[in-house]
């Protein structure tokens, strides 16, 4: 049962575009999601964060956006870079701000940023 | 953000050795560490989550015997692949948590011929 979905395996934009990308879970016990970016060979590089208590938080040219009802977040890259091209993954956990929790990744989205 | 190290990035070992990984939490203190392991073209899946000074929890599924794991420092967890076979081989990836943010190590390449 795959908890978080990222139904999108690729996009490409080009340089300066924004990038948009999607993630589903199917669990409303989810409390706190996460965005990682990974090269291959390499750990997931953490982005960006969001609690199940705003609907929007936003660091640089990183913005997560946070649907509760339709069990949806986005994250947005605005402009992109070619250096941001890498696979985006969407985490997510529960019991925010309890103990440390496990993380459930999606799929992945691998991002072609286009120069 | 936090740092961790993980030894070695890549390995290579005959079948039936056993392999040893280590994840290190470099500026902070690590009480819970994850490993994970992930295959070619597919999403990051949690072995077993590795508790400091306490017996680690292993996911439905993960042999907890195939893959030991010690914690014996707020620092440093280890990861141990006994009698490794090809289907062993895979990227091995720890992280360590601060405030609900999981940081990762680069990653172990795993190779059993």
């Known amino acids: 049962d795959q908890q978080v979905k990222q139904n999108s395996p690729s996009l490409s934009v080009q340089e300066g575009r924004i990038s948009i990308r999607n993630c589903d879970y199917t669990n409303s016990m989810f409390d706190y999601f996460l965005w990682y970016k990974k090269y291959p060979a390499e750990g997931p590089t953490f982005l960006i964060s969001?609690?199940?208590?705003?609907d929007k938080n936003e660091d640089g040219r990183f913005t997560v956006f946070l649907n509760k009802s339709a069990k949806h977040l986005s994250l947005h890259i605005v402009p992109s870079q070619p250096g941001d091209s890498a696979v985006y993954f969407c985490a997510a956990s529960k019991n925010y701000g309890g103990a440390t929790n496990k993380l459930i990744f999606g799929t992945g989205t691998l991002l072609a940023v286009q120069p | 953000g936090a740092v961790v190290s993980q030894h070695p990035s890549w390995v290579i070992c005959k079948s039936g050795t056993s392999v040893k990984i280590e994840c290190r939490s470099l500026d902070f203190q690590a009480t819970t560490m994850f490993w994970y392991r992930q295959f070619p073209k597919q999403s990051l899946m949690l072995m077993a989550t590795s508790n400091e000074g306490s017996k680690a929890t292993y996911e439905q599924g993960v042999e907890k015997d195939k893959f030991l794991i010690n914690h014996a420092s707020l620092t440093l967890s280890t990861l141990t692949v006994t009698s490794a076979h090809p289907e062993d081989s895979s990227f091995y990836i720890c992280?360590?948590?601060?405030?609900?943010?999981?940081?990762f190590g680069a990653g172990t390449r795993l190779s059993v011929l």
């Open positions: 969001i609690s199940s208590i705003k």
């Open positions: 992280s360590g948590a601060v405030k609900n943010i999981q940081y």
